[in-house]
């Protein structure tokens, strides 16, 4: 199986800060990975397709970077709205699909 | 406008069964591929199971030989017949739509006794 290490499991941030998550995969698998939010009590909502195309809708100030095994997403000036939980999915040819451990995204 | 509607979750005791559903309107299932997703209270996310437009089916180690994927094109509606549930299968499941693009609001499994 594809181990997808996420990192950090949390940081602290305020609003107009940059904030940069990164995923590790175990092996190769190309540009075969999303970025997701999740808000409490909401299901997730993908933000980035194909590791760095923005979803119809989603601010330009998300963006996704990387292929290969290092992928990062980046939020270049966050907003209130945007503190929640971020997830990465590699969705490769090799099953089963992961997901990263997940990042949180909280208030400084 | 894409919609996807899971039911069936509920209480069942360890060993017991249940059948989720996962209504689709505004696009066809038989298009797409169809994943089922399911989060522990608490937990990340786990993928569990996908369907191919063909028949083609996979599962995650953890579910496999107990949980069946459907769908019937007609209803334009997946399933996810579970078997033998454990309460390690404790969870919150979702659908979604191909590589994640739309999900559903999920249907809550508790497996208790």
């Known amino acids: 199986d594809i181990q997808m290490t996420q990192s950090p499991s949390s940081l602290s941030a305020s609003v107009g800060d940059r904030v940069t998550i990164t995923c590790r995969a175990s092996?190769?698998?190309?540009?075969?990975l999303g970025w997701f939010q999740q808000k409490p009590g909401e299901a997730p909502k993908r933000l980035i397709y194909a590791a760095s195309s923005l979803q119809s809708g989603v601010p330009s100030r998300f963006s996704g970077s990387g292929s290969g095994t290092e992928f990062t997403l980046t939020i270049s000036s966050l907003q209130p709205e945007d503190f929640a939980t971020y997830y990465c999915l590699q969705y490769s040819t090799y099953i089963p699909w992961t997901f990263g451990q997940g990042t949180k995204v909280e208030i400084k | 406008e894409v919609q996807l509607v899971e039911s069936g979750g509920g209480l069942v005791q360890p060993g017991g069964s249940l059948r989720l559903s996962c209504a689709a309107s505004?696009?066809?299932?038989?298009?797409?591929?169809m994943n089922w997703v399911r989060q522990a209270p608490g937990k990340g996310l786990e993928w569990v199971s996908v369907?191919?437009?063909?028949?083609?089916?996979y599962y995650a180690d953890s579910v496999k030989g107990r949980f069946t994927i459907s769908r019937d094109n007609s209803k334009n509606t997946v399933y996810l017949q579970m078997n033998s549930l454990k309460t390690g299968d404790t969870a919150l499941y979702y659908c979604?739509?191909?590589?994640?693009?739309?999900w559903g609001q999920g249907t809550l499994v508790t497996v208790s006794s």
């Open positions: 092996q190769g698998i190309k540009n075969d």
């Open positions: 979604a739509r191909g590589w994640g693009s739309e």
């Open positions: 505004g696009f066809a299932v038989s298009n797409n591929y």
């Open positions: 369907i191919y437009s063909g028949e083609t089916t």
